[in-house]
């Protein structure tokens, strides 16, 4: 099959390389509904759901798969899926666009995870290039959607520029490229030559990720006619998408804003217990530099529930703002 044959439709309303912004790497834990409003509302040129199993939403084994590829109200997301069988890639696809009618799809080939390698997913499919473009054709065809692919540097040894041109081949509108192998995992400094030389080699838009922390790491990759994705250096940090515009870093006062806000949207999505569990994650990450922010986030990596986090919230809370807390935290008071 040909390049032709699968030639992508067209998304004229989604620059793929991120216009002047930043986009949202897939992030598992981390990029559920709730945080790609928050990186939305701030600045983010586009955002990528977690992993979902493709096989997870075909057979229907847990909830978790339509959790994590749940749209927000108003969202149509770009759906990440990770799989091996490109039957059930396809089905995966068909169901998924049908229910939610996303932007794009991609798929997964970057994942260092042991437990994903195992299965013959995630970068292992950078040592299997005939069944990584068999799960690009399959999913092509299943849907309008087009269709990027996220992948790393190689597996063992940096093998991107083939496996790109593999991919093109295959159909893939789109290709987002981490600058490390699969074996160095997130050690060692992300190696951007890769990515160029990816750029170089095919004829379809490219991102490049891996150690963008700043808005100034952000303008340098993006001065080399990449895009720019960024997925750690936004945990606890989702102002990095307006900085990177020119906007300003925040404040205390709106860093305790945005937690909140965030918080409460995380429950109403999930429930309070759940919502709760998985807020310490990010609570670890938004409470740094600044006079106090280790016994805060100590305290706040145990929370329990809504009322306990807003008595440990509070007086920072008075030290900062002016205005009354949010009544919705107020009422545990």
């Given amino acids: 099959m040909t390049t032709a044959e699968l030639a992508p439709t067209p998304l004229p309303e989604l620059d793929r390389t991120g216009g002047g912004g930043a986009i949202v790497a897939?992030?598992?834990?981390?990029?559920?509904?709730?945080?790609?409003?928050?990186?939305?509302?701030?600045?983010?040129?586009?955002?990528?759901?977690?992993?979902?199993?493709?096989?997870?939403?075909?057979?229907?084994?847990s909830d978790q798969s339509e959790r994590i590829a749940k749209p927000y109200p108003g969202e149509r997301p770009i759906i990440q899926l990770f799989g091996t069988d490109p039957g059930l890639?396809?089905?995966?696809?068909?169901?998924?666009?049908?229910?939610?009618?996303?932007?794009?799809?991609?798929?997964?080939?970057?994942?260092?995870?042991?437990k994903i390698i195992k299965q013959g997913a995630g970068s292992a499919l950078m040592t299997n290039v005939p069944l990584a473009q068999?799960?690009?054709?399959?999913?092509?065809?299943?849907?309008?959607?087009?269709?990027?692919?996220?992948?790393?540097?190689?597996?063992?040894?940096?093998?991107?520029?083939?496996?790109a041109l593999?991919?093109?081949?295959?159909?893939?509108?789109?290709?987002a490229v981490h600058g490390r192998t699969q074996r160095q995992s997130f050690a060692g400094a992300?190696?951007?030559?890769?990515?160029?030389?990816?750029?170089?080699?095919?004829?379809?838009?490219?991102?490049?990720?891996?150690?963008?922390?700043?808005?100034?790491?952000?303008r340098c990759r993006r001065a080399l006619g990449v895009g720019v994705m960024i997925g750690r250096g936004a945990q606890g940090n989702p102002w990095i998408f307006r900085e990177v515009r020119g906007g300003?870093?925040?404040?205390?006062?709106?860093?305790?804003?945005?937690?909140?806000?965030?918080?409460?949207?995380e429950i109403e999505w999930y429930g309070a217990a759940l919502a709760m569990r998985l807020m310490r994650a990010h609570y670890s990450r938004y409470f740094r530099g600044f006079p106090g922010a280790l016994e805060l986030r100590d305290r706040l990596v145990k929370v329990e529930s809504l009322r306990e986090f807003s008595r440990i919230l509070l007086p920072l809370w008075r030290q900062v703002q002016t205005a009354e807390l949010p009544s919705a935290l107020a009422t545990y008071l």
């Fill in 26 to 61: 897939p992030q598992a834990g981390y990029t559920d509904g709730p945080f790609r409003k928050l990186c939305y509302e701030l600045g983010a040129a586009y955002a990528i759901t977690e992993m979902v199993s493709a096989a997870g939403v075909v057979y229907g084994k």
């Fill in 89 to 114: 890639m396809a089905e995966a696809g068909r169901m998924l666009y049908e229910r939610y009618q996303p932007r794009g799809f991609d798929i997964n080939m970057g994942c260092p995870v042991p």
């Fill in 134 to 163: 068999r799960l690009v054709q399959a999913l092509c065809q299943a849907t309008p959607a087009p269709v990027s692919v996220k992948f790393r540097a190689g597996f063992d040894s940096v093998t991107a520029p083939d496996f």
């Fill in 166 to 175: 593999a991919l093109q081949d295959a159909g893939a509108c789109a290709l």
């Fill in 190 to 218: 992300a190696n951007w030559e890769v990515i160029l030389t990816v750029r170089d080699a095919v004829q379809i838009p490219v991102i490049g990720s891996g150690d963008v922390f700043t808005a100034q790491d952000f």
């Fill in 248 to 265: 300003p870093p925040p404040t205390l006062a709106e860093r305790l804003e945005v937690v909140i806000r965030h918080t409460l949207d």
